[in-house]
């Protein structure tokens, strides 16, 4: 009969791989759509360049937090440490979950501040001025992912 604990570092596997695969999937499309805008006001205006890169690495920051949880996972397990321990199912399932608000709040949190940042390199485009509005705009949809993070974070210490 195979050990448990195997099944249980699979699952707290699979919540790192959540955790930093969906965040940072939330990430690459904010980015891209952040960048597609950039590209297009760079050609017209390239001294904008600066502005445009805070903007465009605004929806970045929800990759970083879902790597952050998946690293706290597989070291609170030993999985980094080389000596994983031996887990119950039940805190696999602990582990596994851990890894989902970030991971589900990054998704969409990345996702959907790519949108409002390529919007705000428009805004950049018509007055540069208005940088500080286009982060503050972008940074209110970041909100949710520091949430999803503080969740993850929450059950991780306390498992």
Do not use: R
């Not at 001294?47 to 605004?58: D, N, S």
């Amino acid at each position: 009969m195979e050990d448990p604990s195997i099944w249980a570092l699979g699952l707290a596997v699979l919540g790192a791989a959540v955790a930093v695969g969906f965040a940072g999937g939330g990430s690459s499309l904010g980015v891209g759509a952040a960048g597609s805008a950039g590209a297009g006001v760079i050609a017209e205006k390239p001294e904008l360049f600066g502005k445009v890169l805070i903007l465009q690495a605004l929806p970045a920051t929800q990759g970083i937090y879902g790597f952050l949880i998946a690293f706290l996972i597989l070291m609170f397990t030993g999985i980094l440490g080389g000596e994983p321990q031996p887990l119950t199912l039940t805190q696999g399932l602990q582990f596994m979950f851990a890894g989902f608000p970030v991971g589900i709040a990054g998704f969409y949190s990345g996702h959907h501040q790519g949108k409002v940042s390529a919007a705000g390199i428009g805004m950049i485009a018509k007055n540069p001025a208005d940088l500080g509005k286009a982060m503050v705009l972008s940074a209110m949809v970041e909100t949710y992912a520091v949430l999803g993070f503080l969740i993850s974070a929450l059950v991780l210490f306390f498992i």
